[in-house]
């Protein structure tokens, strides 16, 4: 008569619960209402590349402008096979991303990995990775501002019709504006891009070096806008084409030095300040691209030496 | 002003209707536009020269009328039953509309030469070589000095901004113009050289215009025709100099007597 009781008492005293046979929390944090309205979106924004989809955008457990879209998307696509990447600037081991990676790891429990290659999923803000991805890949950004030109339209009706009508003169007076004052185009990120030959897109604040990276890609790339409600996506292998004047066509940042570190000539590099006297380092952006052209580098020379 | 008697006028307005609810705003209003003319809008505010500016530039829809506009491959196009895009594109290449304040025509925050560049970008011309030399020569037409060409109207005086909106209204060589009051809220001798700017621009572009004006010496400086309007009727029209030398509506005759002589 007592043991029930006694069983119960103890259960809860210890916390031993099956929490594994019956979890209390559903995969990938979202029910699965949410998860079909989000992939219809995404189906619809797949099929018109650059698009922006409406979707009823779910408050998160962290604030917005963190990758609350980001998450959300990368959320609607995750299975338990996926290997997931998530990247802050191009690193790995940055705030954003190991709470976003941290995150996953608590509501999937899918493996991750820092490794782009080994990646089916990766979840970025502000970069694409040096590594070219491949086929079956999926890349979803953070996007902060979906609307590219919000900045000199601000009526949301107005850019929608602008939109719908492929009237995308304004974006040239954007650019046009940088010329008159720096000389030269000197939009170095969000830089906007015409997919397919059809919508003007914000590609998220991505440097512009990146931007040749999106152009005909093998991989799916699913950009999340949490605070504006906004899914779009780029298909694997579309066009994108980066805007500019013939006489002042779009161009890449170059830097004149190698990387401090691998030595590599043809990544994103980030000024670091190492002192307080100003010495400077130029390093790769993409950790793991540094990382892993290191290794192979030490590799090849002890290989050598035997 | 080419009146030969087969062609079909420039635009051809015809039973122009609109209410505002119960209001009347405008009622029955018809006139035509021939190539190079310029027609005065006149009458006390409220009469409803605005509401049919806004009518027959399709700006707003009206409830009744039609309005056609003789495109340049010589047909006459029913404006209301153009798709959007159509319109807006029409907007922008054979119209242009130049508004009572400067600030709701430009982008305030952008350069002047971007200003006056914008529809040659949305028509598709990328090259920005070719579009500074188009502004700068536009900006000269107008009277601005080219270098301010990358300063921002806002920091432009009134005049500057009205001369700006029409430059930037013309640089597509449109054949009509529509303008909302263009000189009112200037000084007087400002408007004196807008006015004679406006002159010279029609006459050299062989522009067709459309002038809504309360002050009748605008419209006898700049226009051949003028109608008259009262309640949202038109009540007189006729050449510029009849109406307002020999004025037959009482509601004219009373206009044109109100006038300070100084």
Redesign the interface.
Same mark, same amino acid.
């Given at each position: 008569m007592n043991a029930p009781s006694e069983l119960a008492v103890a259960m809860a005293a210890t916390g031993t619960a099956d929490t594994e046979a019956a979890p209390d929390f559903n995969f990938a944090y979202l029910d699965e209402r949410t998860k079909r309205m989000i992939r219809r979106a995404l189906l619809k924004a797949v099929a018109i590349p650059g698009y922006q989809v409406p979707f009823g955008s779910r408050e998160m457990p962290l604030p917005y402008g963190w990758g609350t879209g980001g998450i959300q998307v990368t959320a609607a696509v995750i299975g338990p096979e996926d290997v997931l990447k998530v990247i802050d600037q191009g690193s790995d081991d940055t705030v954003n991303a190991v709470n976003i990676r941290r995150f996953f790891e608590r509501t999937t429990g899918v493996a991750t990995t820092t490794r782009t290659p080994q990646a089916t999923l990766i979840q970025t803000r502000h970069r694409i990775p040096e590594t070219p991805l491949a086929e079956g890949q999926v890349i979803v950004y953070q996007v902060p501002v979906p609307e590219p030109m919000q900045r000199?339209e601000p009526r949301e009706a107005e850019t929608r019709?602008l939109h719908g009508?492929a009237?995308?003169?304004?974006m040239?007076?954007k650019l046009?504006?940088d010329?008159?004052?720096y000389g030269r185009i000197a939009t170095t990120y969000d830089y906007p891009v015409l997919v397919n030959g059809r919508y003007v897109m914000a590609p998220s604040p991505i440097p512009k070096f990146d931007n040749p990276k999106m152009h005909m890609n093998p991989a799916l790339q699913l950009f999340g806008a949490g605070r504006e409600k906004r899914i779009y996506a780029v298909p694997p292998y579309t066009r994108v084409e980066s805007l500019?004047?013939?006489?002042?066509p779009f161009e890449v940042q170059r830097w004149d030095v190698p990387c401090a570190l691998c030595g590599a000539t043809d990544s994103f590099l980030d000024e670091v300040i190492t002192d307080d006297t100003g010495t400077r380092l130029h390093v790769c952006s993409d950790s793991d691209h540094c990382q892993s052209r290191r290794a192979d580098a030490e590799a090849a020379g002890s290989g050598s030496t035997q | 002003m080419k009146s030969s008697s087969n062609a079909p006028p420039l635009l051809q307005v015809r039973g122009i209707g609109k209410r505002y609810g119960e209001r009347v705003a405008l009622q029955d209003a018809a006139f035509d536009l021939w190539p190079g003319e310029v027609l005065a809008v006149v009458g006390e505010s409220g009469s409803g020269k605005s509401t049919l500016l806004n009518a027959v530039a399709a700006r707003s829809r009206p409830d009744a009328g039609s309005v056609a506009f003789l495109g340049r491959d010589g047909v006459q196009h029913d404006v209301f039953a153009l798709g +959007? $895009?159509q319109r807006?594109l029409l907007a922008r290449t054979d119209w242009g509309f130049v508004h009572q304040d400067a600030a709701e025509g430009l982008?305030m925050d952008?350069?002047a030469? $971007?200003n006056v560049? +914008?529809?040659l970008? $949305? @028509?598709g011309e990328?090259?920005?070589?070719r @579009?500074?030399a188009t502004a700068t020569e536009w900006l000269q037409r107008v009277e601005i000095d080219p270098a301010r060409?990358?300063e921002a109207p806002r920091v432009f005086s009134g005049g500057m901004r009205q001369r700006l909106q029409i430059a930037r209204n013309l640089v597509t060589r449109p054949r009509l113009v529509f303008m909302d009051e263009p000189t009112s809220g200037l000084d007087v001798s400002v408007q004196a050289r807008l006015l004679d700017l406006l002159r010279q621009l029609t006459r050299q572009m062989q522009l067709a215009a459309i002038v809504v004006t309360h002050d009748l010496a605008v419209a006898r400086l700049l226009a051949h025709r003028m109608l008259v309007m009262q309640r949202g009727r038109v009540v007189e029209t006729g050449l510029t100099d009849q109406v307002l030398d020999d004025p037959q509506h009482p509601y004219t005759q009373l206009l044109v007597s109100s006038v300070l002589q100084p």
């Open positions: 000199l019709t009508l009237e995308y003169g304004l040239h007076v046009y504006e010329i008159a004052r500019g004047f013939e006489d002042h | +959007e $895009a807006r982008r952008v350069s030469g $971007a560049g +914008e529809r970008m $949305a @028509l990328r090259h920005y070589g @579009l500074r060409i990358d």
